[in-house]
């Protein structure tokens, strides 16, 4: 697939989550689940909406006098507001999280992946399963699944990821 | 390559200017200011402010006393003008202000429009100065005023980001 002969910058950490983060979706194809982007569409139609936001209002203030625009600028200011303030929000409460998706029992999975900081290359990855309140909180070196030359290894990656969810299974019966 | 990477980089870059100018519309707002910070670009009011100072704005003050420093824009000439308060004049409904730099020998009706012999206060002012920083806007200047720091500036951050990322 084109996606899997991308290479990643080895030197970046922030590349390389980025690029793992990205696989997710088909990493969890193979354990069952279909990506829903309900939250990340969310995300994105407020960010565009503070964008569009900021555009009109530029266009006003060139067409504009100030005391012409006043009323409409004060209105598109909390608009704004309201918009990035929710976007702040959303971002709170799902914090880090890079995925969401169900399988065709309906069982809801999120997964929520970080690194420490950028001299740290080990991907943190937090995997909650819906109802039942499982949770898988592991940690990989990039290393074990990218290869000397910046490849993304997705079926050692699976079966790393496959062994900490069967320990949970374990756990739950 | 998909739509929603795509929108997520637009707007990592969009939000850069999107954000300045949302917080720079709130402090006009905020002020009752279309420009809540000037520099100083003349000598006219030295010694208390030199080319170069930065001006912090308020405009929402009922009136102005005597003595006040007052940012105000005629009509026709776009270039703001920071003068002192020299005398006033008011009722109820307006106020009318006639302003001279203190580093001028004559007050300001030389500046003002044709057959204009006073600023009227809702009408001209851009508001009355509150804050000041010395210098820092001088940055300015010399981008507007001389054509090789101009191009030696856009120079060094166009190599700045080929060394940092």
Redesign the interface.
């Known amino acids: 697939m084109s996606s899997e002969l991308k290479k990643t910058n080895l030197n970046s950490v922030n590349d390389l989550r980025q690029a793992t983060d990205?696989q997710l979706g088909q990493v969890m194809q193979q354990f069952g689940y279909e990506e829903s982007?309900a939250l990340?569409?969310i995300k994105?139609g407020l960010?565009?909406a503070?964008?569009v936001?900021?555009?009109l209002?530029?266009l006003v203030?060139k067409k504009f006098?100030?005391k012409e625009s006043?009323n409409i600028?004060?209105i598109?200011?909390v608009l704004?507001g309201f918009c990035s303030g929710l976007l702040y929000l959303l971002n709170f409460l799902n914090k880090n999280v890079k995925y969401t998706g169900y399988n065709k029992k309906g069982r809801k999975v999120t997964i929520a992946t970080w690194t420490a900081n950028k001299f740290d290359p080990i991907y943190h990855i937090s995997v909650t399963f819906g109802d039942r309140k499982q949770r898988v909180v592991t940690s990989f070196e990039f290393t074990k699944f990218f290869d000397v030359i910046g490849f993304f290894n997705r079926d050692k990656f699976i079966e790393l990821l496959g062994n900490e969810f069967e320990k949970v299974d374990k756990k739950s019966l | 390559m998909n739509l929603?990477?795509q929108?997520?980089q637009f707007?990592t870059l969009?939000?850069v200017?999107?954000?300045a100018?949302?917080a720079w519309?709130?402090l006009?707002?905020v002020t009752n200011?279309?420009s809540p910070i000037v520099v100083v670009l003349s000598g006219s009011m030295e010694p208390a402010f030199q080319r170069g100072d930065i001006l912090f704005l308020w405009n929402r003050d009922k009136q102005q006393k005597v003595g006040d420093i007052v940012v105000y824009e005629i009509e026709g000439k776009s270039i703001p003008i920071v003068h002192r308060v020299l005398r006033e004049h008011h009722n109820s409904e307006k106020q009318l202000l006639l302003t001279k730099g203190d580093n001028n020998a004559v007050d300001d009706l030389s500046l003002y429009a044709k057959k204009q012999s006073y600023l009227n206060r809702k009408e001209d002012l851009i508001g009355t100065v509150k804050g000041y920083l010395p210098f820092i806007g001088y940055i300015t200047i010399l981008i507007s005023e001389n054509i090789y720091f101009k191009y030696g500036l856009l120079g060094l951050v166009g190599l700045s980001s080929v060394f940092f990322e």
């Open positions: 990205d982007f990340i569409d994105l960010g565009v503070t964008v936001i900021a555009g209002l530029f203030d006098t100030f006043y600028t004060v598109s200011i704004y | 929603r990477q929108i997520t707007l969009a939000y200017f999107s954000s100018f949302v519309k709130t006009g707002i200011s279309h």
